[in-house]
Every structure is written in C-alpha cells, then in structure tokens.
C-alpha cells in the first residue's frame, strides 16, 4: 500500500498546471504504483468561497477508492460546520491556510480550530509553502508557515494532530526538537522538500528523528511525483523502513 | 551513459568539516542513479574566504587546483570546468589556457557580472577560440538583484550569446529558482543556448514547455546541488513518451557534443 499525503486538484493562480483534474492524479498515481492520495482543493487555499469543498467532493467522487478529499477549513465562524462536514463526507484530515488567508498561524482562531478539529478526530494538514520563494510571482505574497507556528499548535491542544507538508531539513528539526517527545509523536512529516544526496537532509533526519515521522508527499500536480520516490530510492532503507513512509507510518499514526 | 553537467564539489578550504563525506555522496548516489559522468566546478573557496560569486583570483586559482585534484582522482568520471571571475580579466584568461591545458573541459562563470557585461566578451571568445562551452549561472527571471550575487537572467545571456555565435553556452539550472517560463521565452531563438536541466525545483510543466520550447537536442541533463530532483526530472521525462533518441540525447549525446570531441571516450 502506497498513500500520497499531499496531492491537489483544481487550478492553481500563480502559474499554469497542465493537467488538474484526478484523472491527471490518477495517471501518475498509475505510473508510480500509488494506490492512494490524499487530495486538496487548490482554489480553496486561495479564497473563502463556500463552493470549495463541494467542488472537491464532486470531483472526487467517483474514485472514491483512491483519491480521498481533505477539505479546507478556514479559520472563522464556520470552522465548526466545516469540519462537521468533512467529517461526514470521510475525510482523513482537513487542510488549513493561515498564512495565505493572512492570518496569524498560531493566533487564536486557528488554536480555536485546532482543538475543533483534534475534537472531531480530525488531523490537520499545513503546508510550509506552495512554492520555492525565489519563484514566486509578484502577486503571490503570502509567507512562509513560521516553524514556531507549528510548534505553538501542537502545544496548544494534547489532542492535537498535525501533518507538515513541504517542509525543509531545517523547519522540521527546529519543530521536532523543539517540541516535546510526546507533541513531537503527534506531527507527521512529508518528504516533498527534504533534499537527499549528497546533502542528504533526508537520511540524517530518518537517522536523528526516526522513521516513524515521515511519510510519502509527492506535491503533484505541482511538483514532478517521481522526485519523491527518487528521494527514498537513494535511502538505504530496507523494504520493511520504506513500507513505513509509504503508508504505515501514516495508518499507524492515525489509529493512535 | 547519464553525464550530470552541472556538478559541485568541495575541498578543506570550503567552510565545511564535512567536504570529503559530500564529495564521497555526490559520487557514491550518482553511482546509484547511473551517472556515468560528473561535470563540475568549485567556486572558489564557496565563501569561506571570499564570496561564492566574488570569489577572490587567489581562491578561483585554488578552487581550480582542487576540482583538477579531484578529476584525476577520478579519471573518466569527474571532469572540470574552469571558474573564472571576468572582473580579473587577465587572471581570468590565465586560468582558462592553463586549466584548459591540465584538462578541463569547460568555463564556469557564476555571477561575478552580468552575462551581457563587455567584461564577459574576452572570455566567451576565448571559449569560442578553445572549443568548450561555459556554463553560466542563471537566475530565471531576475526581477530586482539579490545580496551575494550579480546574478544574470536568460534575456542577459541571450545577449552575451548573440555577440558570441561561435560560443556554446549552458543556462544554468532551469529548475534552480525564479520564472523558467520566462527564460524558456527569452532564450528560445538563440541556438547557441542549451538548457541545463538542472536545480531543486520539479515544477510539472517546466520540462513539458522546455521540450516545446527548445526541443530536446538544445535539453542536457544535470543535477547541481540536489541528486534527488535531477533523478526525479530524468525520471519523469522518461515517462512523457519521447523517442528513445531524444532521451538519450539528452542524458548524453548533446553533452558529448558541447564538449571537447572525444572527452567522455567512445
């Protein structure tokens, strides 16, 4: 079993995707032997509009056994009905974008959020960034998740869960050690920006960290799927390690 | 055979304790990825004594020194190119006819100046003269400048190209950050420009609109500082249905072309 923890559908504003529907999802995931992926809205994270989450139910409706949506929450007076509905529509997590909604990552409102979605069982997945700064364009000004937001989040609630996409070496080793062993249980990591060799952030975070805190995140269809199975293919992990960030670290996390 | 022609490598007088352990990496993952050849620069002493794009005569001499060490060290394997910082001019051209001379195979200007400055003319000639190719580092699409750089842009090296028709120059690193569509329209007409592959960006499109843009015999394969997403690029490509002779052109046979007739044996 192989699970895509960061997938998308729908257009992205800052830069033309060629193929952003799930079968473009689908063609990949076939390519690549991904059996599952779990999948955001693209345009959600970019505006308030209430038809976001039914557009991604819809689309990804009738491949409902592969492609899973996590909808997103914004922060504010609909968290809670928002959450009630990505609960019932099976979702296994929620996605949240404080820093494109201009928000305060670790403000109120979203430590409101957090503990409403830790109480519906529902893990949080924040994304670091969409893309490299050095190629954003000049309308997309929305910063980098701060690592201490990160922190201050998981703090904030025992219950808790947060998935990290698209975070580098140093963000994720300033969020883990600076967490305690038990919030640090709580955080699963993607491997979508973590470089491998000859730096080979990748090996030395399995090495100090363990594992147990990564999992599969390929970015598509933003970023090129295959990097992600090169990253690990260049780790000297045994087939029982690899299965562990290709889906078990993941399901073991979410029954804990 | 998969030559990388955008290598890095590091010596003790990198900043870093561990130069030896990431030069051993480069060599022991790029074994694991099939790379048959690495081509690569040191930019003088990458900061430690004097800045990675400003770097000092004395550290381009010593850095130049180092990256012929480590190709002998690795015959067949590892070939260099000679860096050069065109503010020193005669340094500059010094450099280039030793080096070319001990072996090197190319000239690595990074961004000590634009690409269209004249102080680049003397050594794209001298490239010209001697038959190899420059690799010049390349920021996609350069809005405003950047600290530590005088980076240049795709429609700065454009220029530097036109003046120089008989030189054959690499762009740098199309997926190392900035706007690549920007570059790719920049650069298109210019025939003496190949893209370089290379960089940590994977943006999906970006090598679908360079296909469409300069086609795969204007394409050449690198990794620069991350193996993983040049694996990944190469990958992907393999996956878009091209004729096996466009792969493998790009991979290795544009390479074989740009550089010295015969470098990279039969």
């Known amino acids: 079993m192989t699970t895509d923890v960061a997938a998308y559908v729908g257009a992205y504003p800052y830069r033309h995707l060629p193929d952003v529907t799930p079968g473009g999802l689908l063609r990949h995931m076939d390519r690549l032997g991904i059996d599952q992926a779990w999948v955001g809205h693209l345009p959600s994270a970019f505006s308030e509009s209430a038809s976001g989450t039914p557009d991604l139910l819809r689309t990804l409706k009738p491949h409902s056994d592969r492609l899973l949506p996590v909808p997103t929450v914004h922060p504010g007076p609909q968290f809670a009905q928002d959450l009630n509905e990505a609960g019932a529509a099976g979702a296994p997590a929620v996605r949240v974008y404080p820093m494109q909604r201009g ?82 249980r709580r955080i699963l990591w993607d491997i979508a920006w973590v470089w491998g060799p000859p730096e080979d952030h990748l090996a030395l975070l399995v090495e100090t960290m363990g594992i147990e805190r990564f999992v599969l995140g390929t970015g598509m269809p933003l970023r090129i799927p295959d990097t992600a199975f090169a990253r690990l293919d260049l780790l000297d992990l045994t087939p029982e390690r690899r299965r562990l960030v290709l889906a078990g670290n993941l399901d073991r996390w979410r029954v804990s | 055979m998969l030559i990388d022609v955008h290598a890095h490598f590091y010596h003790e007088r990198s900043g870093r304790a561990d130069w030896r352990e990431v030069n051993a990496r480069r060599i022991a993952a790029g074994e694991r990825m099939g790379v048959t050849v690495h081509v690569a620069s040191v930019l003088g002493t990458w900061g430690f ?33 000679c860096t050069v910082n065109p503010n020193y001019t005669d340094h500059a051209l010094r450099e280039i006819d030793t080096r070319l001379t001990q072996g090197m195979i190319g000239i690595k200007l990074a961004a000590s100046r634009r690409a269209n400055d004249i102080l680049v003319d003397p050594i794209a000639a001298r490239a010209a003269e001697k038959g190899v190719p420059i690799l010049h580092h390349i920021w996609q699409h350069r809005r405003r400048d950047w600290p530590g750089q005088e980076a240049s842009d795709g429609v700065e090296l454009a220029q530097l190209a036109e003046r120089h ?69 190469l990958r992907y490509l393999e996956s878009l249905g091209l004729p096996k002779a466009d792969i493998e052109r790009i991979k290795s046979g544009n390479a074989r072309e740009l550089f010295p007739a015969g470098v990279f044996g039969k």
């Open chain 1, 103 to 184: 928000l305060d990552p670790a403000g109120a409102e979203m430590r409101v959020l957090a503990s409403g979605a830790a109480a519906a069982g529902l893990p949080i997945v924040l994304a670091v960034r969409f893309e490299d700064p050095r190629q954003r364009q000049p309308q997309d000004t929305a910063p980098d998740l701060p690592a201490a937001a990160v922190r201050a989040l998981v703090r904030a609630d025992p219950e808790v869960r947060l998935l990290v996409s698209h975070a580098e070496r140093s963000f994720i080793e300033e969020v883990h050690f600076g967490s305690t062993p038990g919030e640090a």
């Open chain 2, 49 to 81: 004594r004097s800045p990675i794009y400003f770097p000092s005569p004395d550290d381009v001499t010593y850095g130049n020194e180092q990256m012929l060490r480590l190709q002998n060290e690795h015959p067949g394997k590892v070939f260099g190119y």
């Open chain 2, 165 to 233: 028709p008989n030189t054959r120059f690499l762009l740098a690193h199309i997926g190392g950050g900035g706007d690549w569509a920007h570059t790719l329209r920049a650069v298109a007409e210019t025939t003496n420009i190949w893209i370089d592959l290379s960089g940590s960006g994977v943006d999906i499109g970006m090598l679908e609109a360079t296909l469409a843009a300069v086609g795969a015999r204007r394409m050449v394969w690198g990794a620069d500082i991350t193996l993983c997403t040049g694996w990944g690029k």
